[in-house]
């Protein structure tokens, strides 16, 4: 990833724990008072980062053995 993506990601992350930091959970309360499709839009939104970003994933260790 480059620099810029990852200043970018850090940056909504604060914010929102900024946001989120008098509940339990930041997550909690964010967008609760949507109406439904934009909150499906975010659900979605949420989804489609962690596929985007996540890890290919790597071999198991004890298969090279």
Known sequence: MTPLIIILLISIFMVVEWIGREQQYAL???GIKWKRPLRWA???????????FGDKGQSFIYFQF
């Not at 975010?42 to 985007?52: P, R």
């Open 28 to 30: 909690a309360f964010l």
């Open 42 to 52: 975010l659900y979605y939104a949420i989804i489609g980062a962690i596929f985007w």
